[in-house]
């Protein structure tokens, strides 16, 4: 089979995508050769893989937390294309019967998540929709169906909120989201920072102006912002090699000054 005769009927496989793109620094299958292109560029500026890697890393240990917490059910929101350390797999080893919504805009990861669905229980679903029209995910049939908004749920945006620029207002979509959970539901939160690398951060998003979605770098200040009304837990909004590793080496891997991280219990 050709890259052609896969393409999903809608998608420009000429055009770089975002997730196509994380998909491949990954080592996954699930790329065109456009996405391979300028994911190489993204690669010669700097440990891509590896910063894909710790962001990855960070979802297991920050689902695991919650759902040790008592948080039994979750909202993954910008899923990428299925790879390791999926939301459902982690939180069940902690709830077996956790409800699990995937949500995600891009028809080739649509086709993806239902593939890994198939056959799976009826807790687990994926919802094509945008975050940038959080009402539309919030009252999905299917959403609702799963989640229970009364009860404290688990929002998950993991790498996925820089891909919206400030006119289309990143916040005020978690803000959304956020006041439509329960007190004590958790957000986990991933954002890509330049804070120690401005130029090499000029250069990746001038790759991504050719793809399908901007990239939009942001600081310590805007990042913690989006988590105003939550009690943030130790460490903070931080680095991502700096929260909660489970291993010594997990400190010394490349890459991990391009992420802050957090997870906060809403109030």
């Not at 891509?48 to 689902?63: D, K």
Request: net charge negative.
């Amino acid at each position: 089979m050709t890259e052609r005769t896969r393409v999903p009927q809608g998608i420009n496989p000429n055009v770089p995508n975002a997730a196509r793109m994380y998909d491949y620094y990954l080592g996954g299958k699930d790329n065109f050769a456009a996405d391979r292109e300028a994911a190489e560029k993204i690669m010669a500026l700097g440990p891509s893989r590896e910063i894909c890697l710790a962001n990855r890393r960070f979802l297991g240990r920050a689902v695991r937390y919650v759902a040790e917490q008592g948080i039994r059910q979750f909202l993954d929101l910008g899923t990428g294309l299925p790879n390791q350390n999926n939301v459902h797999e982690v939180a069940r080893q902690v709830h077996p019967d956790a409800p699990v919504v995937y949500v995600d805009y891009d028809p080739v990861v649509i086709v993806h998540a239902r593939a890994l669905l198939a056959g799976t229980d009826e807790n687990t679903t994926i919802v094509h929709a945008d975050i940038r029209e959080p009402e539309t995910i919030l009252d999905h049939p299917d959403t609702l169906r799963l989640i229970d908004f009364s009860r404290p749920v688990a929002v998950v945006f993991l790498g996925v909120l820089h891909c919206l620029t400030d006119e289309e207002d990143p916040w005020r979509v978690v803000r959304t989201f956020a006041d439509r959970m329960a007190p004590g539901s958790a957000l986990i939160l991933s954002h890509l920072t330049d804070d120690e690398h401005p130029e090499v951060g000029v250069a990746a998003r001038e790759v991504y102006e050719q793809a399908d979605a901007p990239l939009r770098h942001r600081g310590h200040a805007a990042v913690s912002r989006m988590f105003d009304g939550f009690d943030v837990v130790h460490p903070g909004v931080t680095h991502v090699d700096a929260w909660r590793p489970e291993e010594p080496w997990e400190t010394a891997l490349a890459g991990g000054e391009w992420w802050y991280v957090g997870v906060g219990h809403k109030r």
